[in-house]
């Protein structure tokens, strides 16, 4: 047994497939797009941001007086902006919320170098750091450090802001692509397990014995040319089994026509044989004996042919029933009293037991069973009747050696002897045969076992079946 | 006993018949085919007809309808199949009993005489019931004044019935009384001949006046 996978169905698979490379696709895309788009933007803020820092100091620097004073450095501060802290050796400027941000870092940096430092932190936000040493520029181009130092500190969040709206939008957009997905897959998966699905179909009434059922194949891809496969297959199945109806159908119409061939020698057998057996008595030992083993002969052979004839009839369902009102015991009694069984068969059970059956067929039954019984098994035989609130029973049992185990589950069928070495019996060897037939006809059932006491028990239920309306 | 016309058309069969039926003391006349029958039928006249279903040419359930409609001379068929179709047809046809091949001459020889029996007067004479006059000693039947002609199971089947008005008789007590059948009778001998009695003595065969279906049971004389 292979595992069973988690999705279910074909389709279920596929949607789910689609949907895991949709939104793999364009969460990647997004991804990357959102990444790039936010480094520009930062990159471009922040050369914005120091841009207008650098400007502000050189719009300002060749006003200021040197060495500073205090009000030298406010100004200087002032002019670049809130949040910003300007020094000079012991000198310091600073003003607004955030001045106090700078880092040892920066100051390292600013303090070692000659150029604008920048620095991004993220404490309780993003913030921007910049720093610069103010330069002045002697008359012959040199640059060197006049001791005031810049920094300001400016805030990032507007850029994270839309770094955030840009990200957000990116999901929106693979979200978007989810439902689309979903939609193509389904549209996708129906049009791959339409074919299948009919395939399936097909195979299933198949399978129930419909050899009509066929799947037009559409187009010319794999699922077609599995169709049309599947055709084939059931082409040649149905041809197999018209095939062998049909040897069927020849072998039972053989087994009849047979037999009804016969009738019409042994009718006149039959009718001869009655002139023979009262004319034996006047005819010398040998003839009159042999004219007896004739005559016994014929009376098999019609047996034989007759119970031929009502298997070929079971076979070809042509049996109906004729159902009517029956008295059980009476029909029982009746049975051995017409082939002079009556005082060597036990019968028991309620006299009040009424069942809905076809009396010939019941009849056949019951001096099948008890003629079985009489021949294989060992007296007393005994019938035993009951009856429940649908069913009626029969049971027929014997004091002989049962039936052996080899011998129980064929004692049904047709021609089967239980005994090789006494092949030689009055039955025709289709008498149980024709009893279970006629059993399962009334929708009953026969079966064969041992009884306790070591004989053969063979058990009949029929249906009681419904009152005459 | 009887002049018997036996219809049969495989040779063997038929000279086999005739020998065990001669035995039983019956005077046979054979004929090998429908048409042959019917001719020798009308110029012989015979008691009583053993029919052959299964004939060349003019087939046995149109020679017993051919026969039935000229008396009431009783046929038995001869089926060599037994079954439904054969049965039915041939008691549609007006047979008023059957034997299946191979048959042992004695069945049919109890059969041939149950078929021939008129039934016995019981010495009462003549009994009227409504406008249907039975005369048990003449064994003749009268309706309205006209006279009816029976056919000799008919006439014991409304015999046993009209014996005991308002009895229900069972199909298997007619099948014993009137055709003299074991358990295993065919009751559907009893249904088709009480069909073909309405036809004759009932106004209405749909409505039954004289011979009454009791559902589930059988069959009773009135009560009128």
């Given amino acids: ?469 | 006993m009887a002049d018997i016309l036996l219809i049969e058309d495989d040779p063997l069969v038929r000279r086999g018949l005739e020998l065990a039926l001669s035995r039983h003391g019956h005077h046979i006349r054979a004929a090998a085919t429908g048409e042959d029958g019917l001719a020798d039928f009308e110029a012989s006249r015979p008691d009583l007809v053993v029919l052959d279903l299964m004939l060349p040419g003019v087939d046995g359930f149109t020679v017993c309808s051919r026969i039935r409609s000229a008396d009431q001379t009783p046929v038995i068929m001869l089926t060599a199949r037994g079954d439904d179709f054969d049965v039915v047809g041939g008691l549609e046809a007006g047979a008023d009993d059957y034997v299946v091949k191979p048959v042992q001459p004695t069945v049919l020889d109890a059969r041939i005489r149950a078929v021939l029996r008129r039934g016995n007067g019981d010495g009462h004479g003549v009994s009227v019931h409504g406008a249907l006059r039975i005369d048990t000693t003449a064994l003749t039947v009268t309706l309205h004044g006209e006279p009816v002609a029976l056919t000799p199971n008919e006439m014991r089947l409304l015999l046993t019935l009209s014996r005991a008005p308002g009895r229900v008789f069972s199909r298997q007590q007619l099948l014993e009384a009137v055709w003299e059948h074991d358990y295993l009778g065919d009751s559907r001998l009893v249904d088709n001949c009480v069909q073909r009695l309405r036809a004759k003595i009932e106004t209405d065969p749909a409505a039954p006046l004289y011979v009454q279906t009791v559902r589930g049971f059988g069959y009773r004389f009135g009560p009128l």
């Fill in chain 1, 1 to 469: 047994m292979s595992r069973r996978p988690l999705p279910r169905g074909l389709r279920a698979r596929l949607i789910v497939a689609f949907a895991l490379v949709t939104m793999l696709g364009a969460g990647a895309a997004s991804w990357a797009s959102a990444e790039s788009a936010s480094d520009a933007l930062v990159d471009s803020s922040q050369r914005r941001l120091t841009e207008d820092f650098a400007e502000r100091i050189g719009a300002i620097a060749p006003t200021l007086t040197y060495p500073p004073d205090q009000e030298t450095l406010d100004r200087l501060r002032a002019a670049v902006g809130p949040n910003t802290t300007v020094t000079y050796e012991d000198l310091r400027s600073s003003e607004g919320p955030h001045a106090d941000l700078i880092t040892d870092e920066l100051l390292d940096a600013v303090g070692d170098g000659d150029r604008i430092a920048t620095q991004r932190i993220t404490d309780d936000g993003p913030w921007l750091l910049i720093g610069a040493p103010v330069m002045i520029t002697a008359p012959d181009g040199t640059r060197t450090p006049s001791g005031i130092e810049v920094y300001a500190v400016r805030d990032l969040a507007e850029v994270h802001r839309q770094i955030a709206a840009l990200a957000s939008s990116a999901i929106g957009t693979a979200g978007a692509a989810l439902p689309l997905s979903v939609l193509v897959a389904l549209i996708a998966a129906r049009s791959v397990l339409r074919p299948v699905r009919e395939l399936r179909d097909t195979a299933r009434r198949l399978a129930d014995g419909d050899l009509d059922a066929r799947t037009p194949p559409l187009g010319a891809d794999e699922l077609a040319q599995l169709a049309v496969t599947v055709n084939e297959m059931a082409e040649s199945v149905q041809g197999s089994m018209a095939a062998m109806g049909r040897m069927q159908a020849d072998a039972r119409r053989f087994a009849a026509d047979v037999s009804h061939e016969l009738r019409t020698p042994l009718t006149t057998l039959t009718a001869v044989a009655e002139v023979l057996e009262d004319a034996s008595g006047g005819m010398e030992a040998d003839a009159a004996e042999s004219a007896r083993l004739a005559i016994t002969e014929i009376h098999r052979l019609v047996r034989l042919v007759e119970d031929l004839m009502e298997v070929s009839r079971f076979d070809a369902g042509t049996v109906h029933p004729r159902l009517e009102e029956v008295d059980l015991a009476e029909a029982v009694r009746d049975s051995l009293r017409a082939r002079g069984w009556l005082d060597r068969v036990e019968t028991t059970g309620p006299e009040t037991i009424r069942l809905r059956a076809d009396r010939r067929r019941l009849d056949v039954i019951i001096a099948n069973l008890v003629g079985n019984a009489l021949r294989h098994g060992a007296p007393p035989v005994r019938i035993d009747l009951s009856a429940s609130e649908t069913h009626v029973r029969i049971e027929v049992t014997d004091h002989g050696p049962g039936l052996s185990d080899q011998a129980l589950p064929h004692v049904f069928d047709r021609f089967y002897k239980a005994d090789n070495a006494r092949t030689r019996t009055p039955g025709s060897g289709l008498g149980l045969a024709i009893a279970l037939e006629n059993a399962r006809l009334h929708g009953g059932d026969l079966t064969a076992g041992n009884a306790d006491g070591g004989g053969a028990a063979f058990i009949l239920r029929l249906p009681i079946g419904s009152e005459e309306p």
